[in-house]
């Protein structure tokens, strides 16, 4: 691990790493991550080091305490600093790059002794965004978190950047700065990592006395009181508010500096959830501000299967959706849609900028109806590309043959995750594919990771490759070339295979596809 504390070298690496990914394009795809961190690094980065170690090639960890993002009678002074313990945790966490530079090299301070502010060219995130919740008593933090941020991507250039969600607030103006300023990168929210009592882990905790880190976990406490009430039914603010409260009101200790619900993404304040709401609060125990938050969703459950190729998802994503009445998102009929669009529309496969624009301005949809004369058969989803029905057109041999180079495009990836994405904003849905749950559906209620040994999937697939005159094959070599099809998958810098940690791992091998539909089926009713 290398730790940098100038700008120069920084770009120097970054410039090596990428003229090293494009020398071995198409052999060893890389991506690079960064995540941002003000250092006195704890469990909760390591999780965020851990998922960005998960996605990428590259992985940049930055140090540096923001004075822009302190108010004039806040903690900068006393923020904790612990530079070899925080490179310690990151060596561990197997980072590629610290960089950890002081504010003059960032342009904060001035090379004059006489004058040791400088006032910077500063990011301005919409006033909607900054007044509520932590902005309304931290004027100007907002300003100073996505002015260095802004820094951070241009200096870096990451695919990816990795933030908590226990600063949702932040998260949600650096998603919108990213939206609204065109900045090529992934932001990836990551959940709140607990202590054994609940607590967020923070880098403030450390200013807890031991009677305080006891009484500190009366925060979470509150919010789960909220879930509850929101789960018996009652949606409104003003109910879940009331139930923080409630819980909070014998502790004295605890200041309560806001409890509010607002729109997750938006920061808009919420009446009542109709779909999604972020639950969030501010205290002060002692002199120590904390802050937390849950995500409360009133939607359909999502059910997202991952697995390796051959484990038989389609096929049990399908029956599970029949099964339960839910939308089957066919993710692979979608790159078909779109790879049928491009050659009726005469496209060269290798035009890729002609392709985004194309797929770009394209709607997907799917229908879920039941058939005529009956009260519950549902027939499968049928597939709209621009108001168009391409159910039977997407099968042809044509398509099939193309929709590989398609979906390998970068592009069209991008676009078809927003679809799926939105069109699962409402929830209702089975999906399956290879990072379902870990990207696409990161918030899904059940994720089942479907997986069998190689053995098994090459001697389920040999029937089939004989049948279509591959007598020759082995099964010893089919084994052989599906281990290989794991690892690339494991491995590619896009859409990498990889099991959800809270997901639920089935080993088909022995079962038949009933049993496995049985055991999903019974797993959304455990846990819905």
Not at 2 to 31: D, F, N
Not at 96 to 115: C, I, M, R
């Amino acid at each position: 691990m290398r730790l940098y504390t100038t700008v120069a070298a920084l770009r120097s690496y970054i410039k090596q790493h990428r003229t090293a990914a494009a020398l071995t394009k198409g052999i060893q795809p890389t991506s690079l991550a960064l995540v941002p961190t003000m250092g006195a690094l704890h469990i909760g980065h390591r999780s965020l080091i851990e998922r960005a170690r998960q996605k990428n090639s590259s992985v940049i960890v930055s140090i540096f305490v923001n004075p822009l993002q302190f108010g004039p009678n806040e903690d900068f002074q006393k923020y904790p600093r612990t530079l070899e313990h925080d490179r310690q945790l990151c060596e561990e966490a197997g980072v590629d790059v610290v960089f950890a530079p002081t504010p003059q090299e960032l342009g904060l301070t001035s090379h004059n002794l006489n004058e040791t502010q400088v006032t910077p060219t500063e990011v301005v995130p919409p006033a909607a965004m900054t007044s509520v919740l932590c902005g309304c008593s931290r004027p100007g933090h907002f300003q100073g978190v996505t002015t260095i941020v802004t820094k951070l991507f241009n200096l870096v250039q990451p695919d990816r950047a990795y933030f908590g969600q226990k600063d949702a607030q932040q998260v949600a103006i650096i998603q919108r700065m990213v939206h609204d300023l065109n900045i090529p990168v992934e932001i990836v929210s990551c959940p709140i990592i607990r202590e054994p009592s609940g607590l967020a882990y923070s880098s403030r905790n450390q200013y807890l006395s031991a009677e305080e880190k006891d009484i500190a976990p009366a925060l979470y406490r509150s919010l789960l009181a909220a879930e509850q009430t929101f789960k018996a039914g009652d949606h409104t603010a003003s109910a879940m508010i009331a139930s923080v409260k409630n819980e909070l009101m014998p502790i004295s200790q605890i200041q309560l500096e806001y409890i509010d619900l607002v729109d997750p993404t938006t920061l808009m304040p919420l009446e009542k959830i109709e779909e999604v709401g972020l639950l969030a609060l501010a205290a002060r125990l002692g002199s120590t501000r904390l802050i937390d938050n849950i995500v409360l969703q009133n939607r359909q459950p999502i059910v997202a299967i991952d697995g390796p190729a051959g484990a038989g998802k389609s096929t049990v994503a399908s029956m599970v959706a029949k099964s339960l009445g839910l939308l089957y998102l066919d993710t692979g009929a979608m790159y078909r849609a779109v790879t049928w669009l491009v050659l009726q529309s005469k496209i060269p496969l290798d035009d890729e900028p002609t392709i985004a624009e194309l797929v770009s301005r394209s709607c997907i949809s799917f229908d879920k109806s039941v058939e005529p004369g009956t009260d519950d058969c549902v027939l499968p989803s049928q597939i709209f590309i621009n108001g168009e029905n391409v159910t039977e057109v997407i099968r042809t041999l044509e398509v099939t043959a193309h929709v590989s180079a398609v979906s390998a495009l970068p592009a069209v990836r991008e676009v078809l995750v927003k679809q799926q994405q939105s069109i699962g904003q409402k929830g209702g849905l089975v999906a399956e594919g290879r990072d379902i749950g870990t990207h696409v559906f990161p918030d899904a209620e059940l994720k089942i990771f479907l997986t069998a040994s190689a053995k098994e999937r090459a001697r389920r697939r040999l029937p089939d490759l004989q049948k279509h005159n591959q007598e020759t094959i082995t099964i010893e070599k089919l084994e052989a070339d599906i281990e290989e099809r794991d690892r690339k998958d494991s491995t590619r810098a896009v859409s990498p295979l990889r099991k959800a940690t809270d997901a639920i791992e089935i080993v088909t091998d022995g079962l038949t596809i009933p049993e496995v539909v049985n055991r999903i089926v019974n797993c959304y009713h455990s846990r819905t």
